[in-house]
């Protein structure tokens, strides 16, 4: 996992992190977040960046990721960093509210 850590600037010990899990046949996972209030000036790009030459370096052949469809910012983010949407979970994941929701598979290839 790595940390945004915004104490240089007075800010708190963590307000954002990126956690990426290396699969046995070498494809890493990722999952994120940035605290709200800190969104929209560029940590998750960072983060993101950091990721991805992190797994490239750990020896993965492959980033992937799941989000959801109405997730724009992140979608976004993620085809900004040359994700591609690869296919999507129909009506997989249920709600509390028993909504069943779909997902969108992500990829990116590894140098
Ligand atoms: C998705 C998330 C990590 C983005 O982090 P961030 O620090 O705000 O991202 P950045 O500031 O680096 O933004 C990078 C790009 O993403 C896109 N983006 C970010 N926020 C956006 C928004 N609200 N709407 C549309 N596009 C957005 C833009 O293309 C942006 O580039 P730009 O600022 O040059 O326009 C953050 O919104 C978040 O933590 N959301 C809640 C948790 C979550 O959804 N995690 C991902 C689960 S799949």
Do not use: C
């Amino acid at each position: 996992m790595l940390v945004a850590d915004a104490t240089s600037t007075g800010g708190p010990a963590m307000v954002g992190q990126i956690s990426v899990d290396i699969a046995p046949y070498g494809v890493a996972d990722i999952g994120m977040l940035v605290v709200d209030g800190w969104r929209g000036q560029g940590l998750g790009t960072v983060l993101l960046d950091a990721a991805i030459t992190w797994a490239s370096a750990a020896g993965a052949h492959k980033m992937a990721l799941e989000a959801w469809p109405h997730n724009t910012a992140a979608l976004e983010l993620y085809r900004r960093a040359g994700f591609k949407e690869e296919g999507r979970k129909r009506r997989h994941y249920r709600r509390r509210n028993g909504e069943l929701w779909d997902s969108v598979l992500m990829g990116r290839p590894l140098p």
